[in-house]
């Protein structure tokens, strides 16, 4: 390697960005260190194997245009990271007339997530004082209304939102289409539009001044979708008194039928407002608290004191704002309520706090049924025990059945070689009852070790899974585990114990949480075929073992430690679902995660009730 090569080495691993080159052929030919501790060492491997461990091109892959001379500069999400890039590509032509490319992958996922939570900062505030009397709207890129309040269809003099929602923005609204082209240029180049005046025609052709605020919509892959924002007519603004007017009695409105309890104190902690959900869940009455009360009464001691420190901090959302902290408040009665709290300081145009305003949610249902729900879980594992007990139970029965039935067949032979008035017949006679007696003892142990099912009944899978997640929704996203689900709809009934399916999905995701110790994505999805329901559960956890594959449904096999279980969770599973006729599948790459496949018959009326005729 010559000095120029190590120099230019050294000089490209200084880089924070990620950067490789690879030939025609796709394949790398140098990573820098940052790229190799991003993606691992994938010299000598094709491009699409690095960033996307897939035999094909990755989708968003543009190298041919690269390799013609064209330097590209856009940005990328790479789902094998999860992250969001502002990837550079450069055509590089060697000295024997070959091209290679040269990619620098810039971070910016959480630039991008930081730019959203801001913009969705700075509009919450005027959309709640904007909507009332202004006109607002959302519409497509096409050039159509989604969707619009009444405030712009009196400003442009619609009676029928129906008739409103089909026009044609370039050609109906604007007087001047070329100002929507400019609009649509503006959105497309900074994601927002402020003060920007047009001229729109009103539905009796006369023109209207308005001043056009907007921002753009993102879908998940961060395209622009359409747009929303609102529209003020320019005549109106003598009448800006009476509109503020109707902006705060709206807020109000607003606040008062809130079903959380939203509170707000000057910086002393005297209470200002105190709406109704306030009364019911903290039980002081507005007018025993406006003015009269200090919110450090409704705190358990040294609480408010610590929230203020906390919404003066960087650490919990930002300077002035406090996102969700678990509060407990004391009711006026002396009943503790247990909840989440979020909060904010308001401040004036100099920057100064005047006031802070808390939104707290009573989580007391909820905690009670996350409670039930440990403790739902709890019975599980206790069952699965005995479930395994008894399997233990009717194969040691099944064992002794046939020397004990090989017993008393020979006590039955000796029988007749002893003279009914020998006394050795009567002790024989002893040994045969006791050996009859202990025969029916293992029976009613068989008995036992196979109770009756519950009644199987048509059940909907969606409704059992949807109801399985919003238990464990708070449980799974305290450990950093999103949620994302996918449901089918019409997918048909199976004929199923629901108490069973519980046990089961309850299991699955229990499993998908303990594997996801440092937080992940549960994926949970249902899909059917007019024969069968089909619900896949995944994660991004740790994964199984190849070798373990085989075995994760034997009774007792666990790869989890002793205070996790005795592996007794996915036999039970896949011995409910083969006894529904169902099937299980598990697909699993250590390091990447696991998907279980489970397959239920679809319930056919119509075929159980010819075969009820039959």
């Known amino acids: 390697m010559d000095q120029t090569t190590i120099l230019t080495t050294e000089i490209l691993d200084a880089f924070e960005d990620g950067i490789y080159v690879m030939n025609q052929d ?65 055509p590089i032509k060697k000295k024997d007339g070959r091209m290679s490319k040269l990619s620098i992958y810039r971070d910016v996922t959480e630039i991008k997530r930081r730019e959203q939570m801001l913009h969705a900062t700075r509009e919450d505030f005027r959309n709640l004082f904007e909507h009332i009397a202004t006109g607002v709207f959302i519409s497509s890129k096409e050039g159509k209304f989604l969707n619009v309040n009444k405030a712009l269809l009196d400003m442009l003099g619609y009676e029928s939102k129906e008739e409103f929602l089909n026009i044609d923005l370039p050609r109906d609204l604007y007087v001047r289409p070329e100002d929507r082209t400019r609009f649509k240029e503006m959105m497309e180049r900074d994601g927002r539009v402020i003060d920007y005046e047009v001229q729109f025609k009103r539905r009796d052709g006369s023109t209207i001044p308005v001043l056009l605020t907007a921002h753009a919509r993102y879908d998940v892959q961060g395209n622009i979708v359409g747009y929303e924002g609102l529209n003020v007519d320019l005549t109106q603004r003598k009448l800006m008194e009476k509109e503020l007017k109707e902006a705060y009695d709206f807020m109000n409105k607003i606040v008062q039928s809130s079903p959380n309890s939203i509170t707000a104190t000057d910086m002393k902690g005297n209470i200002l407002i105190w709406n109704q959900a306030a009364e019911k869940i903290l039980g002081y009455r507005a007018s025993e608290v406006i003015g009269k009360m200090n919110i450090v009464k409704i705190y358990p001691e040294g609480l408010a004191r610590k929230v203020m420190q906390m919404l003066r901090s960087e650490e919990y959302g930002g300077i002035g704002r406090l996102n969700s902290f678990p509060m407990v408040y004391v009711r006026h009665d002396g009943e503790v309520v247990e909840g989440n709290l979020s909060a904010a300081i308001i401040f004036d145009s100099r920057g100064k706090e005047i006031a802070s305003v808390g939104s707290f949610v009573d989580l007391r249902d909820r905690l009670k049924m996350e409670r039930a729900l440990r403790d739902t879980q709890e019975q599980l594992l206790q069952s699965e025990k005995l479930a395994a007990m008894g399997r233990l139970t009717s194969q040691i029965a099944h064992e002794l059945n046939n020397p004990l039935y090989g017993i008393m067949n020979t006590l039955e032979l000796l029988k007749t070689e002893i003279a009914p008035d020998n006394k050795r017949r009567k002790i024989l006679e002893m040994a045969l009852s006791e050996t009859v007696r202990l025969s029916d003892l293992l029976r009613k142990m068989l008995s036992f070790s196979k109770p009756d099912q519950e009644e199987r009944q048509p059940v909907d899978i969606n409704s059992v899974i ?24 019409e997918l048909g009934l199976v004929i199923a ?26 994926t949970v999805a249902t899909e059917g075929d007019g024969a069968a329901v089909t619900v896949k559960i995944s994660d991004t956890g740790i994964g199984i073992r190849e070798e373990n594959l085989g075995k994760i449904f034997d009774s007792f096999f666990t790869t989890k430690g002793e205070v996790k279980g005795v592996g007794l969770g996915l036999s039970v599973c896949y011995g409910f679902i083969k006894e529904h006729g169902g099937d299980i599948e598990v697909n699993s790459q250590e390091g990447v995660g696991t998907t279980f496949t489970i397959t239920l018959p679809i319930h056919d009326p119509k075929a159980s009730k010819e075969d009820q005729n039959g």
């Open 26 to 90: 796709l394949v790398v030919e140098y990573m820098n260190s940052v790229m190799i501790a991003e993606f691992g060492d994938g010299i000598g491997k094709k491009c699409h194997q690095l960033l996307n461990q897939s035999a094909e091109k990755c989708e968003w892959c543009r190298s041919d245009e690269v390799f013609e001379g064209e330097t590209l500069r856009r940005e990328v999400y790479v789902p094998l990271v999860d992250k969001t890039y502002y990837l550079i590509e450069i």
């Open 466 to 489: 949807d109801e399985i997640l919003l238990l464990h929704e708070k449980q799974l996203r305290e450990n950093d585990i999103n949620i994302e689900s996918s449901f089918t709809e």
């Open 497 to 522: 114990s629901k108490n069973q399916l519980r046990q089961v999905f309850l299991n699955m995701v229990a499993n998908a949480r303990d594997a996801m110790p440092d937080g992940g994505t549960l």
